[in-house]
């Protein structure tokens, strides 16, 4: 069974950094895509980025391009997101999701498998 935890949330003031983690097993795919999500409360869960495992192929949503950064270990078991010039409107709780697949995918419903989230939030 594929487990992923989230660690690195936490509180940050505008125009800092962040480093999100997280650790991925049990994967037993060749092929498989990690995305990060956030959503707020009375909102859709938001496509942030993802990532290939194959080639490390990333997208990015319009509202982080520039700010944040995803990236993979070599041994493809953690990936992470490098989050800087923060605003409040990141505030959110950050997952992330696995998918078997080759190209990086920011919808939703197309990820199997989920975290349990980590709280970020971006206040004075």
């Known amino acids: 069974q594929v487990q992923l935890v989230e660690s690195g949330g936490g509180l940050v003031q505008p125009g800092g950094s962040l480093r999100l983690s997280c650790e991925a097993s049990?994967?037993?795919?060749?092929?498989?895509?990690i995305g990060w999500f956030r959503q707020v409360p009375g909102k859709e869960r938001e496509g942030v980025s993802s990532i290939s495992s194959t080639d490390g192929e990333t997208s990015y949503a319009d509202s982080v391009k520039g700010r944040f950064t995803m990236s993979m270990n070599n041994a493809k078991n953690s990936v992470y997101l490098q989050m800087n010039s923060l605003t409040p409107e990141d505030t959110a709780v950050y997952y992330c999701?696995?998918?078997?697949?080759?190209?990086?995918?920011?919808?939703?419903?197309?990820?199997?498998?989920w975290g349990q989230g980590t709280q970020v939030t971006v206040s004075s």
């Open positions: 999701a696995l998918k078997a697949g080759l190209w990086p995918e920011r919808r939703a419903n197309e990820y199997e498998f």
């Open positions: 049990g994967v037993l795919y060749d092929y498989y895509v």
